[in-house]
């Protein structure tokens, strides 16, 4: 088999300016404090951390004839995805703009290629070369909404496990595709917003309920305070790491990288979270999703102090 994981998703840069403050006055030019530019999107986080963590992962996306989409290509094969089938377009390649705001950010995208890409654009024998399949950013597919049930249906009957992190819907409706969906899903990751806007309502205690009906594995990100897993009618709250972030952008799709590490190890639902906390707080220490894993040294003494192999290693000696 190929691949350990295969993707199917968006890929942009993501933009970060500092220090800006919350009210932005308009025709006067702000100062920022700080600039990173990173590799965005949460597909593309989630695959190129997973390839960081010794995975053989596959990743479908589409792309634009600039030099954006050109940088993403070249940050997501430097970690060794493999890119294979990724198509190209005239459209220009997504991109967004982030502005912390303390606890708070603000998010601008725009979606370029990641709104067009559709199922011509999918090779299902290629994401089927795997143990398993994973898709973020549900409600950016606009094009391939409605093909993705036949997709996952067609996944499941070949017997790959299945992840979805919906992210947030820009349109604040969560519907189309995705109640027929969870009924394929093996793992869902939402935060704890995602999880109450999926189960439509305000209680996360109901949210985790009515998600729990469905879903087999339900994961809910809780930030510093680490995660929740609901599994098999338990309830599992695994306490987070605490460190000094840098920023939190991209931490929840670098949790599912980490979580979905151990998961198709076979490791039990606490671990998995372990796992899941430790590669969120990892992503922390460096601006955006991925310059944490990018910076080796960096990343190995973290995973090794934490004990991420450790876990990993017992799971498969076990």
């Excluded at 109901?206 to 729990?212: G, N, S, V, W």
């Excluded at 707080?281 to 973290?302: M, Q, Y």
């Amino acid at each position: 088999m190929p691949f350990d994981v295969t993707i199917v998703g968006e890929l942009n840069l993501d933009l970060i300016l500092y220090g800006l403050p919350r009210d932005l006055p308009v025709e006067r030019e702000l100062l920022a404090t700080g600039f990173s530019m990173t590799l965005g999107s949460s597909s593309a986080i989630v695959a190129h951390n997973l390839a960081c963590l010794r995975n053989r992962v596959g990743f479908v996306t589409r792309v634009g004839p600039d030099e954006m989409g050109q940088i993403a290509l070249a940050r997501l094969s430097s970690s060794g995805v493999d890119l294979s089938r990724v198509t190209h377009s005239t459209t220009g390649t997504g991109v967004t703009l982030l502005l912390p705001h303390g606890n708070a950010r603000r998010v601008l995208t725009y979606p370029g290629t990641m709104v067009e890409m559709d199922y011509r654009d999918v090779d299902v024998e290629y994401l089927a070369s795997s143990q398993h399949f994973h898709l973020s950013s549900l409600f950016l597919h606009r094009a391939l909404q409605p093909s993705l049930p036949e997709i996952f249906h067609s996944l499941k009957q070949r017997g790959l496990t299945i992840s979805l992190d919906t992210n947030d819907d820009p349109e604040d409706t969560w519907g189309g595709v995705l109640e027929e969906l969870l009924s394929y899903v093996d793992v869902l990751l939402p935060n704890e917003y995602e999880a109450k806007r999926i189960a439509r309502c305000d209680d996360l205690e109901e949210a985790l309920a009515r998600l729990a009906e469905r879903v087999p594995l339900v994961v809910v990100k809780r930030g510093s305070s680490g995660s929740t897993v609901l599994h098999g009618g338990k309830r599992i709250d695994v306490p987070g790491i605490r460190v000094e972030a840098v920023d939190t952008i991209g931490a929840g799709d670098s949790y599912n990288a980490g979580f979905l590490a151990a998961f198709l190890r076979g490791a039990n639902p606490r671990v998995c979270a372990e796992c899941g906390n430790i590669t969120g707080a990892l992503s922390t220490k460096r601006p955006g999703g991925t310059e944490a894993f990018r910076d080796v040294a960096l990343r190995e003494s973290f995973l090794a102090e934490h004990g991420f192999y450790q876990r990993l290693d017992a799971v498969m000696n076990a």
